[in-house]
């Protein structure tokens, strides 16, 4: 049996006036998706477990079958997994951010989205003055890179440094066992920042320096049951995103690049249907997650999120579908990570609506997907890690 699990990222929404008191996906034209639903089983599960941020990383690895409350660490392991860089056990991976500052207030959390080649002198600088026997730095993508660290520190409040842009670093610093030793690398890092060949050039460009390493997002080395242990499935990951991808690999499921996914509203829609659908000619699973839709709400574009979801229907969907009807035996998952509100332009820990049809799978009587019919539909799933084990019959689809 194949199976695909389709993922518009953030897109279930509120009702909202400008669309005549309609969610974006009903006011989309999803025929595909509305397929789905008609076609199978409708409801709503919980991705974000209580009391756990809201991020697509929490929410993807719910939706991937893996308790976020036992097996999240935070983003630091996962993004170091997608790098191919490992995590001893008993250390610590935190997200190692280069950042502009001025005059102790943080001005850029990218750095001015610093180039690879920049961002690679500056990670050499700080590998060789900063590091020790407890102690690496790790080049990653830009302004993303990583710190690993010997000790158990997720026991500290770091703070996003998207989060506080113009506010003073001072009050922002981590908080808890083992701050200082983090505050210290921290502060130590605008030593080894300030005068490097690197930040000279980029002044004289009028560009910002990377003049300080920004520690947050920290988790211990993260072990994760491998796909085919777990659901005796092996596959692929389409995504334009470093997190989701890393999730992938630390499962044991193969990153699919897809040229020209870009993770924005731009994306390549069809080459990721494409991917999907020669993946599952080949394996038993793939995971395909489109970032767009999540992007427009964040940006409060209620015309992109409709279109991002019709693109995501025509182009996605629609190819997965009519490939699998095709080929015999399937069961196919449409479902969003977490939902990200026009309203509030963030994202909100509220169950998801899903639909899914296929083998086994009891039809609903739904008429379209979206939040209300979910909300209507048969299933009121709490724990949402649990829907990847009924879909991959690991356990028996709820009566
Ligand atoms: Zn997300």
């Given at each position: 049996m194949k199976i695909a699990v389709l993922v518009p990222d953030g897109a279930a929404d509120l009702p909202l006036d400008q669309l005549d008191g309609k969610t974006p996906l009903e006011a989309a034209n999803i025929p595909n998706t509305d397929r789905v639903a008609v076609l199978g089983a409708t409801g709503t599960a919980r991705m974000v477990p209580a009391?756990?941020?809201?991020g697509s990383d929490v929410a993807n690895l719910s939706l991937f079958g893996y308790d976020p409350s036992e097996?999240?660490?935070?983003r630091g392991p996962i993004e170091a997994a997608n790098l191919g860089i490992s995590v001893p056990s008993g250390w610590t991976a935190f997200r190692c951010n280069l950042v502009a500052t001025d005059s102790g207030r943080m001005l850029d959390y990218s750095a001015g989205h610093i180039g690879q080649q920049e961002a690679g002198e500056v990670m050499a600088a700080l590998e060789e003055k900063l590091a020790d026997e407890q102690t690496r730095f790790h080049q990653g993508k830009s302004y993303r890179n990583i710190m690993l660290i010997e000790?158990?520190?997720?026991?500290l409040e770091c703070t996003a440094p998207h989060d506080i842009t113009?506010?003073?670093l001072e009050g922002n610093m981590p908080e808890g066992p083992g701050s200082e030793r983090i505050i210290e690398l921290m502060k130590r890092s605008r030593d080894v920042l300030r005068g490097l060949d690197v930040n000279e050039r980029l002044a004289a460009a009028g560009r910002p320096k990377a003049d300080m390493i920004w520690l947050w997002g920290q988790g211990v080395s993260m072990e994760l049951e491998s796909y085919k242990e777990r659901f005796g499935l092996s596959g692929g990951v389409i995504s334009a995103v470093d997190l989701v991808n890393g999730l992938g690999r630390l499962m044991g499921l193969r990153p699919i690049e897809v040229q020209?996914?870009?993770?924005?509203?731009?994306?390549n829609y069809a080459g990721k249907g494409q991917a999907a659908v020669e993946a599952l000619s080949g394996d038993d699973f793939v995971y395909v997650h489109v970032e767009a839709p999540d992007e427009a709400s964040h940006i409060g574009g209620i015309e992109e999120k409709v279109k991002a979801l019709e693109r995501f229907d025509s182009f996605v969907v629609k190819p997965v579908l009519d490939f699998l009807f095709e080929q015999g035996d399937f069961r196919l998952l449409v479902c969003p990570d977490h939902p990200t509100l026009i309203s509030t332009l963030t994202h909100d820990a509220s169950p998801v609506p899903f639909a899914a049809c296929g083998v086994g799978i009891p039809e609903g009587g739904s008429t379209s997907f979206s939040e209300a019919e979910a909300r209507e539909g048969r299933f009121r799933i709490?724990?949402?890690?649990?829907l990847m084990s009924y879909l991959s019959g690991k356990s028996p689809w709820p009566a």
């Open positions: 009391g756990m941020p809201a097996h999240y660490g935070g000790g158990d520190y997720s026991g113009g506010e003073p020209g996914a870009t993770g924005f509203l731009d994306t709490e724990q949402g890690w649990r």
